[in-house]
């Protein structure tokens, strides 16, 4: 039960009160353990121990069921259900340890044990199964014995609940009742409040009384366990009372109320003088008064801490103290070094986070492992609270671990404490390089006999240049497919020129095409001038414009083509021979006036041109 | 003078191509932050504090600063605090980027392992065509496709024009016909298969799309599904390897490539 000092050995405690009808349910094989890896054989024990194998009824006996197997993870039996004893979880310790890869642990569950009635009773065998194998406990048998009376006169005496003193009526509100109260009704925020419940009695009770615990929302309960009994007057009247302790820790600051107490009791209804002298029958068939006993909601007011909070604290609450440890100050590189730092005190030792170190370099660090160590001595919450970090030094030489530090706010004197710890100074001898651990994969293991995998895990994160910007599929970008695009016009570009540089060179059509278009701008250039420059100007551009769009039409240079030639070809291509008069009509015309001396009238001009433009429509009709 | 005019135009055609491709191909700007936010994100992994290096890989990836190694790095992170499927998801997504990056591969390769006891057997050809046909990323096809055309169209012009002869043009076309291809099948796959992944600790597929129908198996965190359909807030999953059909509510799958 008392808290394991070792090094290298974790604990952890918790403190359950556990209302005994709920325990009737869990009775059976009490363990189940699932099966956590498929590649180790598993190997589980289980060990039951009792401190005393004779106890009497107002004694208590302390039960101790370890759990030991190479998996990492064990989990929580069942509340075990014994007959004739009051159960009360008084928390478990856990030991885990990892050498070479191997994984060990050990859960010890500890009970207390009550006595209800004197004889002789058999803890069960616990069970685990473990695939299809069960591994089980021996029975272990108590007597339990008949108090030694010897009532304290004034304090309190401890009773079991099964035991009530002298009463003398029944039934009357005042022979049973209960009292809530808190030590304090202002605290600040993660202070401990001592919850305390008590129930009074001086008649026989039925069965056992069932206790439904307040509404506690606002705060971080802590079960205070072991339930006191003992016998007090009040009023002038001898009671028995069971007392329960829970201890709370409010989250924030403000104000809050603990919820009504409610308890229910079943009481004989009818008078009986002396417990102990009563009629077998008559209290065998009578079935009881049930009775719900209430007490008064309680207000609270949580207060927040003051400013001007160190930096690096996170909110414990207490008295403190730090201590740091390494298991080994002489490591070669590579290898690990545990660093084990504890806290340790009074206040809400579950709730303390890991102390910080600063400026850790030339190490690597693992994962922290932290577990607590829990104990509720004078009912006040303390214990110590251990992270141990696994360092890995990189390089060799004399290396440092700075201070942890940590700090917590003093309610007694309202101020804030930093703790520090010593720094650690580590010698570090270089590794030879065949001993460096290389984490890799398993593939690796097998291809180089030399190297050893210690771990199998997932690779590290990458620490390159930040990301510079969102990495976008390209396909769904527009730039892609207009680039597709663009690309796709330039093959048809590509090959539009290629046809038209073949046409131009091999087709004498092709490369004349536009004979009429070309024919008519030049018309339209000598429209310019029909009125305004020299007959001989005007002309020499209409004859032009004809020569041009007939050597097109033929196939020739303009400049060597005659009138002859121009008749003859288009006799040839039996073109109407009224069309080939007006065109030699005009072109003697446009011979004659561009040597003769005298002037063209502009109507003349125009009358031409006019004639020019039909016959080249005609001709660009015949002329295919 | 006509003909010069289209020669020019092709010249500046083929500039404003080069151009565009470079755009493709770059990432989007640069986040001002995003190198403070990083190197917070990894100090907290480097840590051990992964829930809140998750987070600040997450806001890179909110604010557009995704490329592989930041899904890397998530994948790591959601790794360390247990979360097998989402890491699986950020691993893929890496992979889909950085398809031959060898610490990507590495841990996919050892998260499947973890996730599936029995991995499906697979023939040696087979595997080797499969890791040959996904040996480039989407990217890396993609810009290779516009790259060869380009290449293509210019050889196929200075061919035209008798500037080279026929051999430049035949190995250019057989390259460039083989990278379309490939392409094509490859973004046809990618943008006609949802993959997704569960990311709940065990996705129940019903026979319908509701409650009232019957769980016809479950799938584990971190199983690889391909999304058929969606209706009302249910996704029909299958597990081709197995044969396997049905539906699962919306949150206990993420898809690979976004909604």
Redesign the interface.
């Known amino acids: 039960m008392s808290a394991t000092t070792e090094p290298n050995r974790l604990s952890l405690k918790s403190g359950v009160f556990v209302s005994s009808t709920s325990l009737r349910m869990i009775f059976a094989a009490l363990l189940t353990l699932l099966a956590a890896g498929?590649a180790f054989p598993q190997n589980i024990q289980v060990d039951a121990t009792v401190d005393k194998q004779q106890v009497a009824l107002d004694d208590q006996v302390t039960l101790q069921l370890t759990i030991n197997g190479d998996v990492s993870s064990l989990p929580k039996p069942g509340q075990p259900s014994l007959n004739g004893f009051n159960v009360y979880s008084a928390g478990q310790s856990q030991n885990f340890s990892w050498v070479n890869g191997k994984v060990n642990s050990a859960v010890t569950y500890s009970y207390i044990l009550t006595p209800k009635s004197t004889g002789r009773f058999t803890i069960p065998s616990f069970f685990i199964a473990i695939g299809n194998k069960t591994v089980s406990t021996k029975p272990i048998s108590i007597e339990v014995v008949a108090v030694s009376a010897k009532p304290a006169p004034g304090g309190p005496t401890p009773a079991a609940p099964g035991y009530a003193p002298k009463v003398e009526t029944a039934g009357s509100s005042d022979d049973v009742f209960i009292t809530a109260e808190v030590d304090k009704k202002k605290v600040y925020v993660n202070e401990q409040i001592t919850f305390t419940f008590r129930f009074y009695h001086r008649v026989q009770l039925r069965s056992n009384p069932q206790y439904q615990r307040p509404d506690f929302t606002g705060f971080w309960t802590e079960d205070l366990p072991p339930q006191k009994n003992y016998t007090a007057a009040v009023g002038g009247k001898q009671y028995a009372v069971s007392e329960i302790k829970t201890a709370l820790f409010p989250t924030t600051s403000g104000k809050f109320v603990i919820g009504r107490t409610t308890l229910v009791c079943l009481v004989d209804d009818f008078l009986s003088r002396d417990p102990f002298s009563n009629d077998f029958f008559r209290n065998f068939f009578s079935g009881g008064r049930e009775k719900t006993l209430h007490a008064a909601p309680i207000e609270i007011t949580v207060m927040d801490l003051p400013p001007n909070k160190p930096s690096d604290f996170s909110g414990a609450v207490g008295q403190f103290k730090l201590a740091a440890k390494t298991d080994k100050k002489e490591v070669q590189t590579f290898q690990p070094v545990t660093l084990e730092i504890e806290i340790s005190g009074v206040g809400n030792i579950k709730s303390i986070s890991e102390p910080k170190i600063e400026g850790l370099t030339h190490f690597k660090?693992?994962?922290?492992i932290s577990s607590f160590n829990l104990s509720k001595a004078d009912y006040r919450v303390q214990g110590s609270k251990n992270f141990k970090i696994i360092l890995v030094p990189q390089t060799s030489g004399k290396l440092t671990i700075p201070a942890a530090k940590f700090s917590y706010f003093e309610p007694e004197t309202k101020t804030y404490k930093t703790l520090s710890s010593q720094a650690i100074t580590l010698d570090v001898t270089p590794a030879p390089a065949s001993a460096q651990p290389v984490l890799a994969?398993p593939g690796m293991a097998t291809a180089q006999p030399g190297v050893k995998v210690f771990f199998?895990?997932?690779?590290?994160?990458?620490?390159?240049?930040?990301?510079?910007?969102?990495?976008?599929?390209?396909?769904k970008?527009a730039?892609?497919w207009?680039?597709?695009f663009?690309?796709l016009?330039?093959?048809a570009?590509?090959?539009?020129?290629?046809r038209?540089?073949e046409k131009m060179s091999y087709d004498q059509h092709y490369a004349r095409r536009g004979s009429l278009r070309r024919a008519r701008k030049r018309l339209k250039a000598a429209i310019k001038i029909q009125s305004s420059g020299l007959a001989g100007e005007f002309y020499g551009v209409l004859a032009g414009t004809i020569y041009s769009f007939l050597a097109d039409k033929m196939l020739r240079t303009a400049a060597g083509l005659t009138l002859r030639e121009v008749v003859q070809e288009l006799e040839v291509r039996n073109v109407d021979n009224e069309l080939i008069k007006r065109l030699t009509t005009l072109l003697e015309t446009c011979d004659a006036a561009r040597f003769a001396p005298s002037d063209f009238p502009v109507e003349e001009r125009k009358k031409s041109l006019q004639s020019a433009e039909d016959i080249i429509i005609a001709l660009e009709r015949v002329l295919k | 003078m006509k003909d010069m005019k289209i020669v020019i135009t092709m010249f500046l055609l083929v500039f404003v191509i080069l151009i565009l491709l470079f755009i493709c191909v770059m990432p989007a700007r640069v986040k001002s932050n995003a190198q403070e936010k990083w190197s917070q994100a990894n100090l907290a992994y480097e840590q051990g504090k992964f829930e809140e290096s998750v987070a600040f890989y997450n806001d890179l990836l909110a604010q557009e600063c995704g490329n592989a190694d930041l899904y890397y790095n998530l994948g790591d992170a959601y790794y360390r605090t247990g979360k097998s499927g989402k890491a699986l998801l950020n691993y893929r997504r890496a992979e889909r980027l950085s398809p031959r990056d060898e610490n990507i591969r590495f841990n996919l390769k050892y998260l499947r392992a973890r996730i599936n006891s029995s991995e499906t057997e697979e023939n040696i050809l087979l595997r080797f065509g499969r890791s040959f046909f996904y040996f480039f990323s989407l990217n890396e096809l993609s810009a290779a496709v516009l790259i060869l055309f380009l290449i293509f169209s210019i050889v196929m012009a200075l061919y035209l024009f008798r500037k080279i002869s026929s051999i430049g043009l035949k190995v250019i076309s057989i390259v460039f016909g083989i990278v379309l291809i490939w392409a094509g099948v490859r973004i046809y796959l990618d943008d006609s298969v949802k993959e997704a992944v569960v990311v709940v600790s065990k996705a129940e597929a019903r026979n319908g799309p509701g409650t009232e129908y019957q769980v016809i198996f479950t799938a584990p965190d971190g199983e690889e599904v391909v999304v058929l359909s969606r209706e009302k807030g249910w996704m029909e999953i299958g597990l081709p390897s197995r044969g396997l059909k049905g539906w699962v509510t919306g949150e206990s799958v993420e898809l690979l490539k976004g909604p």
């Open positions: 498929k660090r693992y994962d922290t994969g199998d895990d997932i690779r590290h994160i990458k620490k390159n240049a930040a990301p510079s910007g969102q990495e976008k599929i390209i396909y970008k730039c892609f207009l680039a597709l663009l690309i016009l330039l093959n570009m590509s090959w539009f020129l290629y038209h540089m």
